[in-house]
Structure formats: structure tokens, C-alpha cells
């Protein structure tokens, strides 16, 4: 074999060797990955240990924001504000969304007309942004006899109710508006988990005499529980990191009423410009949703191995 031979099969070697291995392809994703997610996040984590403003161009590294953070009385107002928030959201978001789900299961096995309609409906609050649900929401609580919400309730003799200007029922407005929006999310994964139920163990559980609440909470239920642990994990994430509705609606009031941790990094950030305080809070809601997302994968990991 000549040397030119021996070039061009060299070459092929090579070239099929780069062609085979994953290496060229994961390059650029790797790259993305790099400057569009770990640089943010690492420069996030920084500057939570500095007093950097936007107003200064000098800045100090510092654990002041950590400290400023956990001794301002808002702060544990804001971490209660949103517990509450979180909480009631994300129970009623699955609540509603496997209510949903059944009926929606038990309309198609009767062959009723509708369900598909049932299903867009439900699916169009999930695809409208946040910041236009929240303007929906402020529009049908305007606080006049003219408002949505505060007209339809005078038909049962209740005065005007101040949906967005007392702090208790602001919480409960934004919660609501929450609720309706995320109930399609978890409609969507537990419709598709009921779907792929075994009917031979529903039926057996019927000629054995069970009643519906029986074959629901003792058979139905336990089959579904990965799904709704994966579900609960997934729509709390998303309602930790909920800013753009709230922001629209109420804008964090009245007062720091409905002013849950993300509206807060926003807040501090762009409004008072402190950037060492907003990104100690978004470390915060980091450290959150890191965790809640080693137990999504711990969840995964189990249901990988069984």
C-alpha cells in the first residue's frame, strides 16, 4: 500500500471514529448549557455575597445581603405569604385537575358528547401567559358594582368585596386566579395515568363487590401514586417560581400581602435596584428548587429500578 493509500485510510478511520462518537454533538449543547444556564446561575451565587447596586458601579464582597435578608421582618412574612400560596395552589391544582380527569375518563366510556370541548377548555387557561391571566383576573375583581365577580355576588344580597385591596382576600384573589390557572397541568398527567390504568384489575375490583369510593381509594389511587408524587413535585416547582401572574394582578400588594419570593427577587432587583439583596433571595429559591428537584429525580430513580 502506497502512501497515499495510507492517508485516505487513515482519514476514513478517522472520520468514521468522529462520526460515531457522541462527543461532537454534545459540544454545542455543552456550550449552551454553559453560558445560558451554569454562568447565570454562578453569577447569581456571587453577587448574593456582595452589596452590588445597579445606581453603583463599585462593589464589595460581603455576607451583609444574607444578613439583611434573614433579620428583615418581611422576609419571613414573604416565606409564610408564600407557603400559604404554594400550598393551597398546589392541592387544589391536583384536587380539581384528577376531578377533571375522572370525569372527563367517565364521559368518554359512556361515548358523551363534549369531552373533547371539556378538554380544550381546560387546556386554554394553561396555554395563556401569566401576565395576561393575571390583567383577566384584575378585571373580574374590579371592586364596583360594575366588576365581574362583585356583580354576579350582589344577586345573593353580599356587598362589594375588596378582592384586591384587603390583604386576606388579596391572597385568596391571587391563590384563585392560581388555581385555575395550573388545574390543567395536572389534568393532562393524571388523565394520561388513568388512561394507562389495567382494566382487568378495575373490572375484578368491581365483581368483587366494590363501591366507587373503594376501587378510587384503594385500588385507583395506589396505582397512580408515582404519577401524583411526580405531578406534586413538578406544579410545586413551578408555583415556587410563579411571578409574572401575581405581578399583573396585584403587583406584590396591598402592602408585601401577596408578595411571594420570586415577585420578590423581581422587586429588588429592577425596582430598588439592589442586586446583592435580590440575588441572596434568588439563592434562596434556588436552594428550593434544587431540592425539590433531587426528589423528582430520587422519584424517578425508584420508579427506574422497579
Partial sequence: ?????????????????????????????????????????????????????FL?????????????????PGFYQMLIVTLIFVTASVFFQM?????????????????L????????????????PGVVIGIIWRIMYTETPSGILNYLISFVGVDIVPFLSDPYMALFAVTLANIWRGTAFSMILLYAGIQTLPKDVMEAAKIDGASA??????????????????????ISIDTF?????VMALT??????????????????????????HGAATAVVLLTINVGMTIVYLRVLGKRGAA
Fill in 95 to 111: 384536587f380539581f385537575g384528577f376531578l377533571i380527569a375522572l370525569l372527563i375518563d367517565k364521559g368518554q366510556k359512556l361515548n
Fill in 1 to 53: 500500500m502506497n502512501t497515499s493509500n495510507k492517508r485516505s485510510a487513515l482519514s476514513l478511520t478517522l472520520t468514521k471514529g468522529i462520526g460515531n462518537s457522541p462527543i461532537p454533538w454534545l459540544i454545542p449543547l455543552s456550550l449552551i448549557l454553559l453560558f445560558v444556564f451554569l454562568f447565570p446561575v454562578f453569577e447569581i451565587i456571587r453577587y448574593s455575597f456582595t452589596d452590588a447596586s
Fill in 241 to 245: 417560581n410563579t411571578f409574572d401572574m
Fill in 251 to 276: 403587583g406584590g400588594g396591598p402592602g408585601q400581602s401577596t408578595e411571594v419570593i420570586a415577585l420578590s427577587i423581581y422587586n429588588s432587583i429592577f425596582r430598588e435596584f439592589n442586586l446583592g
Fill in 113 to 128: 358528547k363534549g369531552t373533547v370541548m371539556v378538554r380544550t377548555a381546560v387546556l386554554t387557561a394553561w396555554a395563556i
Fill in 56 to 72: 453603583e458601579t463599585d462593589y464589595s464582597y460581603t455576607i451583609s445581603s444574607f444578613v439583611r435578608l434573614f433579620t428583615l
Fill in 213 to 234: 369510593i373503594q376501587r378510587l381509594l384503594k385500588v385507583m389511587l395506589p396505582m397512580l401514586a408515582p404519577i401524583i408524587l411526580i405531578n406534586l413535585i413538578i
